[in-house]
């Protein structure tokens, strides 16, 4: 592929390993950026990301500054500079201002609203400043949800198409009806003809679904469950007007930098030939958590955010008798206060048997997925999910609800077959959250356990098949639009 049929994507997103993340989508797009540009199908393919204060200093020297421009925004002119810096073999551009993202917090401040609209203006506003030209505009979620729009009424309309990412549909991007165009200054008539208006407010996520080219959702099972209500969250009736352009491509994982074999994060290197090796990693792990050292009883884990999005209810509600069976449990993440004091609380009243970790850390993190023994994610919704993959990677065995990519890359273990890297169980119910704990812990210790574990760690997580779904898709836009 070459010259003017070259396919030249650029990834608007709000936050991009290994600069910064706060979760799923912050991983994932610096993952499939460089999984792209290592499909050996001639992609030339670059990330566009606003320039944050928390940005480690060690990247800041290796930055090389382009230059600068003026981004209009309603009634204000604002500086906008822009710095370039090629990670990994992906080029990533930096939107610099320091008065909307030089502070202590990335999301939830009082003007987020300005902030990403500035971004996303800034995004179509850079465009005659690198060089080149993108025949793609890949956006994520509703921090870029405006950038579709800005498109459209800049020089580049006709020649760049968009594609759209639901990562999780929850976060939509609500705004009062003023903002349209004394902050986003954008036409009323986007609001009149109802493409940004939802219940009587500008709805971000909603314009981008019915404006662009393409939409995205990161499993095929979310794409289809966001048809009900329960799903997604009163923009059914949307999903439905658009399904003719929703697809659903699962994530992956960055298989290089997830494995077991060679990861310097965990105390004791292993493979599924030498799962002997993994019990070194378990031991550590107890003894930082101020757990009992016993490599034979089971060690239940959860890495997560602490919300009822992620279920955590159910596990708040079934945690004594989680509790009475004779397992280890940790529980690490940050989220509602409600549910960091249950677990904080059960550290207090079972000593050496329950640890509460109410921090993010990386570091700790890989230590759980290397040294626990299942891993649970009774999530109520799991638009892909990465946390499961990522254990079954380290030999971690999920405990899941069947839902959204959590059904698409968990296969019910069993036995008989020995087939299956997993247990799910289908209802929101502490019922068959046990069935399913019991369930795996009815094998946990046997030689067939032994096999489930190389079931989760052969499991192919990679980018390369989603990667070959994108550049389909991007190609397909991009030819018949």
């Not at 759209?164 to 009062?176: C, K, L, S, V």
């Not at 349209?180 to 208006?197: H, R, T």
């Not at 378990?282 to 997560?304: C, S």
């Not at 795996?440 to 390369?464: C, H, P, Q, V």
Request: aromatic share 12%; glycine share 8%; with cysteine.
């Amino acid at each position: 592929m070459s010259g003017k049929n070259k396919l030249i994507v650029l990834h608007a997103v709000s936050e991009a390993v290994p600069f910064l993340t706060t979760g799923g989508m912050g991983q994932v797009s610096g993952a499939l950026a460089g999984a792209l540009a290592d499909s050996g199908r001639g992609l030339d393919v670059r990330i566009v990301t606003p320039l944050y204060g928390q940005f480690s200093d060690r990247y800041r020297p290796q930055m090389k500054f382009l230059g600068e421009t003026r981004v209009a925004l309603a009634w204000r002119s604002v500086y906008c500079g822009v710095f370039e810096l090629i990670q990994n073999g992906v080029t990533y551009y930096f939107v610099d201002n320091e008065y909307y993202f030089k502070r202590e917090e990335i999301y939830g401040l009082y003007d987020d609203g300005e902030r990403f609209a500035f971004f996303s203006k800034a995004v179509t506003a850079l465009l005659p400043e690198l060089g080149w030209m993108p025949n793609v505009l890949h956006c994520n979620d509703w921090q870029t949800a405006l950038v579709p729009f800005y498109l459209k009424s800049s020089p580049f309309a006709d020649t760049i198409k968009t594609v759209f990412t639901i990562h999780n549909i929850e976060y939509q991007g609500t705004f009062a009806r003023p903002l349209l165009e004394e902050v986003f200054d954008l036409p009323a008539f986007y609001f009149n003809q109802g493409i940004l208006e939802f219940s009587g407010d500008i709805n971000l996520m909603k314009g981008a679904i019915e404006i662009s080219d393409m939409v995205t959702t990161v499993s095929p099972t979310y794409a289809s469950e966001l048809e009900y209500d329960f799903y997604a969250k009163g923009m059914e009736g949307v999903i439905a007007a658009c399904r003719h352009k929703i697809t659903g491509i699962l994530n992956g994982i960055d298989v290089k930098a997830l494995d077991p074999a060679t990861d310097q994060n965990i105390i004791e290197n292993y493979t599924t030939d030498t799962l002997d090796r993994r019990s070194a990693n378990k031991l550590e792990l107890q003894k930082l958590l101020g757990l009992v050292e016993n490599p034979d009883i089971p060690l239940v884990a959860m890495v997560t955010r602490l919300v009822e999005h992620k279920g955590i209810d159910l596990v708040e509600g079934a945690l004594d008798k989680i509790m009475d069976m004779d397992v280890q449990f940790t529980v690490m993440g940050r989220g509602d206060w409600r549910f960091e004091q249950t677990f904080k609380d059960a550290q207090r009243t079972y000593p050496g048997r329950f640890s509460a970790s109410i921090v993010y850390n990386d570091m700790l993190a890989m230590r759980i997925y290397a040294g626990a023994d299942i891993f649970l994610m009774p999530s109520r919704a799991e638009p892909c999910g990465l946390s499961q993959m990522i254990a079954m990677r380290y030999g971690t065995v999920p405990v899941a609800r069947r839902t959204g990519g959590l059904a698409d890359t968990i296969r019910h273990f069993d036995p008989l077959t020995g087939q299956g890297n997993g247990f799910v169980f289908e209802d929101f119910v502490a019922s068959g959250l046990m069935w399913a704990i019991n369930y795996a812990l009815s094998i946990y210790g046997t030689e067939t356990w032994t096999k489930l574990i190389g079931n989760a760690m052969r499991s192919d997580f990679s980018w390369d098949h989603s990667a070959g779904e994108y550049i389909n898709l991007y190609n397909r836009i991009k030819e018949n639009h």
